[in-house]
């Protein structure tokens, strides 16, 4: 039997993806910020808890997929000309119609402790801005018929009956300025 954690109301669910990063600039005036996925803490610390789930042999588990994603803008929220890579990371509550029904500040690993910082309040709010009106495919339960295995337990392809779970997931947004121009540090699956 497959074990899978996932996060049904509002528990814990996280793919990793290798990462490489780029950094790039952005006008002042219509900068964007791209996101990275975070992965679960396995140690028993950090936002909500990983509940594990074990598939039945007739069930299957598709991921939420983000297909509207609006980046953060910063624009003139924030009038420092200095910055240094600063990471926001936010938990999203993805409800079942695969809208995030709310982000909370994570600050549960130290590469996040300064989005939570006061002065850092401008980040925090841009990325909250953005992730509102972010969708997703929403995540789902898939259920087969009695007697056949899906063929491929994260997609629900061949199911009976397919539904829709709320999910908790983990993103990160760095924010930089140098010189008073908006930088982007984006990373990217390899």
Same mark, same amino acid.
């Given at each position: 039997?497959? /074990?899978? =954690?996932?996060?049904?109301?509002?528990?814990? =669910?996280?793919?990793?993806?290798?990462? +490489?990063?780029?950094?790039? #600039?952005?006008?002042?005036?219509?900068?964007?910020?791209?996101?990275? @996925?975070?992965?679960?803490?396995?140690?028993?610390?950090?936002?909500?808890?990983?509940?594990?789930?074990?598939?039945?042999?007739?069930?299957?588990?598709?991921?939420?997929?983000? +297909?509207?994603?609006?980046?953060?803008?910063? &624009?003139?929220?924030?009038?420092r000309q200095e910055l240094p890579p600063t990471k926001v990371c936010l938990q999203l509550v993805v409800d079942t119609e695969g809208r995030v029904e709310r982000s909370l500040p994570l600050a549960d690993r130290p590469e996040c402790e300064a989005g939570t910082a006061a002065v850092n309040l401008p980040l925090l709010q841009a990325a909250q801005q953005a992730v509102?009106?972010? /969708? %997703?495919?929403?995540? *789902?339960?898939? !259920? %087969?018929? *009695? &007697?056949?295995?899906? /063929?491929?337990?994260?997609?629900?392809? &061949?199911?009976?009956?397919?539904?829709?779970?709320?999910?908790?997931?983990?993103? #990160? %947004?760095?924010?930089?300025?140098?010189?008073?121009? !908006?930088?982007? @540090?984006?990373?990217?699956?390899?």
């Amino acid at each position: 039997m497959k /074990r899978l =954690s996932m996060l049904v109301a509002g528990t814990l =669910s996280l793919a990793g993806c290798a990462t +490489h990063e780029r950094l790039t #600039a952005q006008d002042t005036r219509s900068e964007n910020v791209d996101h990275q @996925r975070l992965q679960v803490r396995r140690d028993g610390g950090g936002t909500g808890a990983v509940e594990a789930y074990a598939l039945r042999p007739t069930e299957g588990y598709r991921m939420p997929q983000l +297909h509207t994603a609006p980046p953060p803008v910063l &624009g003139s929220a924030d009038p420092r000309q200095e910055l240094p890579p600063t990471k926001v990371c936010l938990q999203l509550v993805v409800d079942t119609e695969g809208r995030v029904e709310r982000s909370l500040p994570l600050a549960d690993r130290p590469e996040c402790e300064a989005g939570t910082a006061a002065v850092n309040l401008p980040l925090l709010q841009a990325a909250q801005q953005a992730v509102a009106m972010w /969708r %997703f495919s929403p995540a *789902a339960l898939c !259920h %087969f018929p *009695a &007697g056949s295995a899906p /063929r491929d337990a994260t997609d629900c392809d &061949g199911a009976e009956r397919i539904e829709a779970v709320p999910v908790s997931l983990l993103y #990160a %947004f760095t924010f930089e300025i140098v010189k008073g121009r !908006h930088y982007v @540090r984006s990373e990217t699956g390899g």
